[in-house]
């Protein structure tokens, strides 16, 4: 079992072991089809590119993750998807191409702790150091809280339990790619300069709640609130119309992940270091909160290994 321990609303490491004891490895992912590749074109928001100031040195700033220091970052013209994949789109492309996700490999998921019932959250290991996480026999994207749940009422949601690995599957099928870390920080900023949130630095101007995030004292949530991923395109999207680029999932993005490699790499259509063990993931999810992990800023970045799945995880494709 993997046992690197997760910060609160980051993703549990599944290690190299899992893939050799299990003995398989995931299907090299066919050609795009025409159909696939139109469809997601139809969802991609077209952006000019240009320079913009990546990163953070604020008194939030995570320094241990390398959002500083501020650098003047150039990205070439690109398109971005306006929502994370969802549920319904991730089940097109299963069905056109019989793909099986690592997780269902593996024979399992992480799952945090609330949404899992008392017995199976009885039966399920946690992880050492994070002990709201539980591996979970037969959580996959498909029972994205294990056993006897399913997404037929969440087809609008963002996929869950998706490696690295499953999402660049599903871009090759579809004619996409994953964006890098710079132009995911680009397309999430949403054209505004130096601020914490695709719409400023108030977390809920006027009251408004902008974002999934946890709410209470994580790990507890607060009496009667409503936790867990909400529709792709809840809330309002950014100066650029993307949604959910802060809350909701983390989302893989193409860069091997170093927390120093920026200082000194290029700025112009920067793509992170050449090699590297854990890939970037931006945007924070539901389970973030600034009682523990204050990642669903602009410039928050975190990582984990290639294989690795959970159920705050998911994607959004570029071209």
Same mark, same amino acid.
């Given at each position: ?124 290991? @946690? /992880? $050492?150091?994070?002990?709201? #996480?539980? !591996? ?9 809280? =294990? &056993? ?96 959910? @680029? /802060? $809350?909701?999932?983390?989302? #893989?993005? !193409? ?9 000194? =790499? &290029? ?53």
């Amino acid at each position: 079992m993997p046992t690197t321990p997760p910060l609160s609303c980051c993703a549990p490491a599944h290690q190299a072991a899992d893939a050799a004891r299990t003995g398989k490895a995931p299907p090299a992912a066919p050609a795009p089809r025409r159909s696939a590749a139109e469809r997601a074109a139809r969802d991609l928001v077209a952006l000019p590119g240009g320079t913009f100031q990546m990163g953070s040195e604020g008194p939030e700033t995570v320094r241990a993750d390398g959002e500083g220091p501020v650098r003047e970052v150039e990205v070439g013209p690109f398109a971005m998807s306006a929502t994370t994949v969802t549920n319904a789109a991730f089940a097109s492309f299963v069905k056109a191409t019989g793909h099986v996700t690592e997780a269902e490999h593996f024979g399992f998921s992480y799952v945090f702790h609330a949404f899992l019932p008392p017995a199976l959250r009885a039966a399920s290991p @946690t /992880v $050492g150091g994070a002990s709201w #996480w539980h !591996a979970v026999r037969g959580a996959s994207w498909r029972a994205p809280q =294990g &056993p006897g749940s399913d997404t037929r009422s969440r087809q609008d949601h963002p996929v869950v339990h998706v490696t690295w690995n499953d999402a660049t599957a599903y871009c090759a099928w579809s004619g996409t790619r994953l964006p890098t870390e710079a132009e995911w920080e680009y397309a999430a900023r949403g054209g505004l300069a130096g601020k914490r949130y695709p719409w400023g630095d108030d977390l809920s101007p006027g009251g408004r709640r902008m974002l999934a995030i946890w709410q209470g004292d994580f790990p507890h949530p607060e009496p009667g609130s409503s936790q867990g991923t909400v529709p792709v395109r809840a809330h309002r999207p950014n100066g650029y119309g993307l949604y959910n @680029t /802060v $809350g909701n999932v983390w989302e #893989w993005c !193409a860069d091997w992940f170093s927390a120093t490699h920026h200082r000194t =790499g &290029p700025r112009r259509s920067p793509a992170g270091p050449p090699t590297g063990t854990t890939r970037v993931m931006r945007g924070g999810s539901h389970l973030c909160h600034t009682s523990y992990c204050n990642r669903y800023r602009v410039s928050a970045r975190t990582s984990n290994t290639p294989d690795s799945s959970t159920g705050n995880t998911g994607f959004r494709v570029a071209r």
